[in-house]
Structure formats: structure tokens, C-alpha cells
């Protein structure tokens, strides 16, 4: 199909429009000139900062043990919602309200899962000291908005598995938890990993959430650019952000190149 | 007697296997019930209480919340809360409707590429999709400082002031929706865009119709699918959205998420804050609908 020159141009033009803030961080990333933004000459030196501020670094671990603790129960979770909903004989209501509960946590807005998540941590926090604001408290409310993902990817998976394979394995007589771990689980295994990527890429991209549960020693990266954006901007700052940046391309990436060998 | 059915090449009675599946969704729904369904519900109570003097909730039946969001504070009345829920309505249209039209033009350079370069475009398109919203926006900032050549070409050409950045503002607002939210309306219509039928479009055009009519006949009801889901993706998220407002609209331009943000986090007023939320779902809600009804005459037709 040939395009119009106008369809092309404007739709280069959108393109442009989306990666213009982005280039613009990477660039002033490399800038010397530490406050303004008069271009000094080219420096690598806000990197090698980076490896010395000991708040950036501690967030950026913080931002990852949070992407991988809430993507790992998010993952166990969603695998068993999944396999109980898809594999089981529910009547038909009771079907409709296990996926409708599913799907909630993928429709609501985030704002408003983070106030419910408030709410629901003001009251369990007279409890559980689990549910101060911190690294835990975190890591529960990531999980929460992850969960319905990564069962409905797994639920896809598990729908295009042919009934035989399970038919067959049950006619030699395995049992249900060998049929799990030697059939099931492997013929799954590209699903739950492709739910898991997804659920971490979620969790990284939150603001949010994270933003409504954190304590003052969970700090995120993004949380952490947020506060330098309404305080002032540090060239260390646009240091970190194309770093993160670069993170994001590399898994999407990835789990492009993933979904593709798997399919 | 007990039911029993061969399921998946088990025998087994449907009560055992419903039991078992029961056991399989039980963390998973615990933790929904827990954390999403329950507090979501208690947001209904907790609208019609009151806060007490340290932030904390005092359980009473009061309408206050609700005459205090329509306007009746404690200074009198002031149009702010009605202007800012109109607002945000307007801003979530006028976003939906700027990136539906800048999603055509890039859904179809999309499909226009040789198949093995189409997947490379099109992640181009998913990169900004899951780049984090607090870099993309302050990314604006960045853009929009006097320093930069946008605010000098407007400077220069005399329609701001020269030194001033151009944000906090409504364009600088929307600029930043703009970008947040395009990635969410293309790859749903390129999902349409792929698979239609070109030939349709040819038949308009022997028909003599110009772009117009090839739009309105050929494209859109063929990519409707696609937009439906794009519009709903954009929409309902744009009405939520509070850290774009907040970096880059200042006290001017606030949206309910900005409402919202303010209640929970800073005044700590939960009760107020609940009822801004049922506010913010009721609009979501309603977009659902709408976009349920329209839905359905799509099928008929």
C-alpha cells in the first residue's frame, strides 16, 4: 500500500514527538555545565557520579528488590488463578466473578487502586506493622495490580495448549501433581515467563503506586525523579533517567524477541 | 449420587475438581478480595464519614463530603472542585482526540513497512509505551525551559515573554497527555490496521470519493475495533492521571488526580478523599458504558 507524503510526514513527525523529551534527557545528560542549560562541552562525568551517590544507588536497588519480590508473587498467584480458573469445571457464575475480579485490577485507574490501597493499609497497619509505609507495604500494592496480568496471559497460553497433551499424560496414569510438574508446568512455561516479564516491566513503569506506599527509606528511582522535578533537576538526574530509559528498551526489546521464539 | 465426568482425561466427581479448583484460585482471590475489592468498598462508607482532628476517621453518616466536592466549603461557595471535574473531562477528550488523529498516520506508516522492518517500528511505538510516566513528563520541563528553542522561537516571535518558560501551562499540559498517552491509542488501532482489507478502500475511491469519504467509509468502519479499545485505553487513564497536572499544569490547570493526590497524601483527609474517588470511578464507569452502548451498534451494523 503506498502512503501519501502528508500520511508519512505527520506520522514521523508523531514519532519525532514522542522521543524528542527523551533525547533531550540523554543529551543534557552529557552536558558539563552543572546548573542552566548552556551547553558546556561534552563530559561523562554525571555517570561516574552516579556510582557515588549513595541515594541514587540505593534507589535503583530499591527499584529492582521491588520489581522482582512483587513479580515473583504476582507470578506464583496469577500461574495458580490461572490454572484453577482454566482447568477447573466453575458453573458459569462463578466463572464470570473469579474473571471479573480478574480484570479489575487491569481497569481500575492507579489512582484509585492506591487509594483503596491506602485505606486498606491504614486499617491492617493497626495489625500487621507489615503495613507501614515502606519496602514491604510496596511490594504488596505492586503485586496487587500485577496479579490480574499475568493470570490473563497465562489463562491465553493455557487456552491454545491442546486438550490431548493433558488426556494423554492422565491415560498413563499420572497423578495430578506429576502431571503438573512433568506436563503442564513445562508446555506453560513460556506463558508464565512472558506474564513475569510483564508483570516486572509493570512494576517499573509505576509512579503511582509506589508513590502512595512508600516510606521515607523505600525510595524509588522514579520517586525519586519525581521530587528532583519539583525541586530542581540535577544533571545526575538526567543521568539516571536515560539509564533507566535504556533498561526499558532492552526489555521490551527482549521480551519482543521472547514472545516472538515462544509463539 | 455424586456427578462424575471425565475432565481433561481425569475421571473424577465435578465436586472434587471444583474443590480443587477452589483451592488453586484461593491465594490469588484472597489477595484481590483483600487489597483491591474490600478497600474499594469501604471508599462507600468511608465518603459519608468525617475526618478527626490528627488525619484519623470518625465513623458518622454526613453528606459534608459531597456538598464540600460540589463547592460548598468551609469559606463559602467557589466554582474550583466543579471546574476542575469539568476539566478533566475536557482535557481527557481533547487528549483522545488528538492522539486518535495522530495514531492513523502511524498505524499505517506501520503497515506500510516491509513485514521484517514493521515489528522494528512498532517498537519504537511500545518503547515510550513502557518508559516510566515521571521521565517522559519531566522530560517536558526540560523541553519547555526558556533555555530551549521552543520557548526562544515563541520568545523571539513575540508570544511569550522572553526568559519565561513555557510551563506551567494548559499547552505544556497538554502536550504532556499528548505524549503519555499516544503509544496507548496506536497499538490497539494498529492491531485494526493490519488486518484491513484494502481493497474496500479502492472500491470508495472508484466511486469517486475523495479522502473524506475513503476515511469515513472505508477506514473507519473497518478500524473501529481498534479505535473503540485505543479510546477507552486513552481515555479512562487520562481521567486519572494526576503527575503530567502536577509537573506541568502548577495550581492552575488541577485535574481530579491532582483532587485526589492532595486529599490522600497531603491534607490526609481519607473521608474527602474517598469521596473524590467515587467521583473519579462514577466518570469511569459511565465512559464504560457509553462505550458498551456504542459497542453493540458497531455489532448490529
Redesign the interface.
Known amino acids: 500500500m503506498r502512503l501519501h507524503w502528508l500520511t508519512s510526514a505527520v506520522a514521523l513527525g508523531a514519532l519525532a514527538f514522542l522521543y524528542l523529551p527523551m533525547l533531550a534527557v540523554a543529551l543534557f545528560s552529557f552536558n558539563r555545565t552543572r546548573h542552566g542549560l548552556g551547553w558546556g562541552g561534552f563530559t561523562w562525568d554525571w555517570y561516574v557520579r552516579l556510582s557515588q551517590n549513595p541515594a541514587l544507588l540505593e534507589a535503583a536497588q530499591n527499584t529492582l528488590v521491588l520489581a522482582l519480590l512483587s513479580t515473583l508473587v504476582a507470578t506464583v498467584l496469577g500461574t495458580l488463578l490461572a490454572l484453577g480458573l482454566e482447568r477447573h469445571p466453575f458453573g458459569p457464575r462463578g466463572r464470570a466473578l473469579l474473571e471479573t475480579t480478574l480484570y479489575l485490577p487491569v481497569v481500575t485507574p492507579d489512582l484509585i487502586l492506591a487509594a483503596a490501597l491506602m485505606v486498606a493499609f491504614g486499617f491492617l497497619r493497626q495489625a500487621f506493622s507489615l503495613f507501614e509505609p515502606g519496602l514491604p507495604a510496596m511490594v504488596v500494592g505492586h503485586a496487587t495490580f500485577q496479579v490480574g496480568f499475568v493470570a490473563l496471559v497465562v489463562m491465553s497460553r493455557l487456552k491454545s495448549l491442546p486438550r490431548e497433551l493433558d488426556e494423554a499424560a492422565r491415560d498413563l496414569y499420572a497423578t495430578y501433581s506429576l502431571y503438573l510438574r512433568r506436563v503442564l508446568l513445562p508446555l506453560l512455561a513460556p506463558g508464565i515467563v512472558a506474564g513475569a516479564m510483564l508483570a516486572f516491566t509493570l512494576s517499573l513503569d509505576d509512579f503511582v503506586i509506589s508513590f502512595f506506599t512508600a516510606g521515607p527509606t523505600s525510595q524509588t528511582l522514579p520517586l525519586v525523579i519525581y521530587a528532583s522535578a519539583r525541586r530542581g533537576i540535577t544533571p545526575e538526574i538526567h543521568a539516571v533517567s536515560t539509564l533507566l530509559f535504556l533498561f526499558t528498551v532492552v526489555l521490551v526489546l527482549s521480551a519482543e524477541r521472547f514472545t516472538r521464539r515462544s509463539a | 449420587m455424586a456427578r462424575v465426568?471425565v475432565?481433561?482425561?481425569?475421571l473424577a466427581t465435578?465436586r472434587s475438581?471444583?474443590w480443587?479448583?477452589?483451592?488453586?484460585?484461593?491465594?490469588?482471590?484472597l489477595?484481590?478480595?483483600?487489597?483491591?475489592?474490600?478497600?474499594?468498598l469501604?471508599?462507600i462508607p468511608?465518603s459519608f464519614a468525617e475526618r478527626g482532628p490528627y488525619g484519623e476517621v470518625i465513623w458518622t453518616f454526613t453528606w459534608e463530603n459531597y456538598r464540600r466536592l460540589l463547592g460548598f466549603g468551609v469559606l463559602g461557595f467557589s466554582l474550583d472542585n466543579l471546574l476542575a471535574l469539568v476539566r478533566t473531562v475536557w482535557v481527557a477528550l481533547v487528549t483522545t482526540l488528538l492522539a486518535a488523529v495522530?495514531?492513523y498516520?502511524?498505524a499505517?506508516?506501520i503497515?506500510?513497512q516491509h513485514p521484517r522492518r514493521r515489528?522494528l517500528v512498532l517498537?519504537?511505538?511500545?518503547?515510550?509505551f513502557?518508559?516510566?510516566?515521571?521521565?517522559?513528563?519531566?522530560?517536558?520541563?526540560?523541553?519547555l525551559?526558556p533555555?530551549?528553542p521552543f520557548a526562544r522561537i515563541l520568545a523571539a516571535l513575540g508570544l511569550v515573554e522572553p526568559g519565561m518558560a513555557l510551563f506551567p501551562s494548559s499547552l505544556a499540559v497538554y502536550l504532556g497527555m499528548?505524549?503519555a498517552f499516544?503509544?496507548f491509542m496506536v497499538l490497539p488501532l494498529y492491531s485494526s490496521v493490519e488486518r484491513m482489507d484494502?481493497s474496500l478502500l479502492e472500491a470508495v475511491r472508484d466511486l469517486y470519493g475523495g479522502p473524506v469519504r475513503v476515511f469515513l467509509h472505508g477506514i473507519l468502519p473497518q478500524t473501529l475495533p481498534g479505535l473503540t479499545v485505543g479510546v477507552i485505553l486513552t481515555f479512562?487513564?487520562a481521567?486519572?492521571?494526576?503527575?503530567v497536572p502536577d509537573?506541568l499544569g502548577g495550581a492552575k490547570h488541577l485535574l481530579v488526580?491532582n483532587l485526589?493526590?492532595q486529599t490522600?497524601?497531603t491534607m490526609r483527609d481519607?473521608p474527602y478523599?474517598?469521596a473524590l474517588?467515587l467521583v473519579?470511578?462514577l466518570l469511569?464507569l459511565v465512559a464504560?458504558r457509553l462505550y458498551r452502548r456504542y459497542g453493540k451498534e458497531v455489532e448490529l451494523a
Open positions: 465426568l475432565w481433561y482425561g481425569e465435578a475438581l471444583v480443587r479448583g477452589v483451592l488453586l484460585v484461593l491465594p490469588g482471590l489477595w484481590l478480595m483483600a487489597f483491591l475489592v474490600l478497600p474499594g469501604v471508599l468511608l495522530l495514531a498516520p502511524i499505517f506508516f503497515r506500510a515489528y517498537s519504537l511505538v511500545l518503547i515510550p513502557w518508559t516510566n510516566i515521571v521521565i517522559r513528563t519531566y522530560a517536558w520541563q526540560l523541553l525551559a533555555e530551549m499528548l505524549s499516544l503509544p484494502e479512562i487513564p481521567m486519572g492521571m494526576f503527575v509537573l488526580g485526589i493526590q490522600f497524601y481519607w478523599g474517598a474517588s473519579l470511578i469511569t464504560l
